[in-house]
């Protein structure tokens, strides 16, 4: 499928949306800033743009092998994805497995305590409002999103989740926590946005019982580990 960028629909903390000449389809142009998973904070981040591309590419294929429907299309340019266009659902949805950062905070639990069920929490993306948490009545009651839809999601995040941890697990990475995001394709509800180290938030396997050796940095040697790690390769 060939297709060129066109008018840029949108610029978000990672990439920018751009139109094609098929209104189907959208060209994601990843950007070497960035605002990580747990800190917001922006970072220019050396090969972002190609790093955050080449897996998130590489994990949309994964999932959709397992029939979770995404709006991957293609690996385009360096660092651009083509994907379907999506109308996306306002909201991130965020799963744990492990209790770290905000949630260990909110609730006192231990740093790197295992949860005996991933929690799932919903938050809505109004940066005026400071992205607050909410349940999924509210995404009912506010018609963001239909009791089916919402189902379909808690479905398929939980399918993802387990996909993606075993994943990991094999290349040595725990997968703390992971968050998403969906869109609409016709009747459909579809994953869209991105799978990246920023979106996932994962320790080293092999210091998982030291929270604080455990983290991964997303500049450095610590990044080309994780990412010779998950593309089998070394990036140049």
């Known amino acids: 499928m060939e297709l060129k960028k066109e008018k840029r629909l949108f610029q978000g903390r990672s990439k920018k949306v751009y139109a094609t000449g098929d209104p189907e389809h959208i060209i994601l142009v990843f950007m070497d ?22 897996i998130s590419a590489l994990l949309m294929k994964y999932v959709a092998s397992y029939h979770i429907p995404t709006h991957f299309v293609q690996s385009g340019e360096p660092g651009e994805m083509v994907a379907e266009r999506l109308n996306m659902i306002p909201a991130e949805f965020v799963i744990w497995n492990t209790a770290s950062g905000s949630l260990s905070r909110r609730f006192g639990i231990k740093e790197g305590t295992d949860l005996s069920y991933p929690i799932l929490e919903c938050y809505l993306k109004d940066e005026a409002l400071k992205y607050p948490m909410v349940s999924m009545d509210h995404l009912h009651a506010f018609d963001i999103a239909a009791p089916n839809e919402t189902a379909a999601i808690d479905r398929m995040i939980r399918k993802i989740n387990a996909v993606l941890k075993s994943y990991f697990e094999r290349r040595r990475l725990k997968l703390v926590s992971t968050r998403l995001e969906f869109g609409r394709k016709e009747d459909r509800v579809v994953l869209g946005d991105e799978i990246t180290p920023e979106t996932c938030l994962f320790w080293d ?32």
Not at 33 to 52: D, H, M, T, V, Y
Not at 218 to 223: F, K, S, V
């Open 205 to 236: 396997g092999e210091q998982a019982d030291s929270p604080s050796k455990a983290r991964f940095r997303l500049t450095g040697e610590d990044r080309d580990a994780v990412y010779a790690r998950l593309c089998g390769q070394i990036l140049s």
């Open 33 to 54: 800033e960035s605002a990580p998973f747990e800190s917001g904070q922006p970072l220019r981040i050396r090969n972002r743009k190609k790093w955050a591309c080449e």
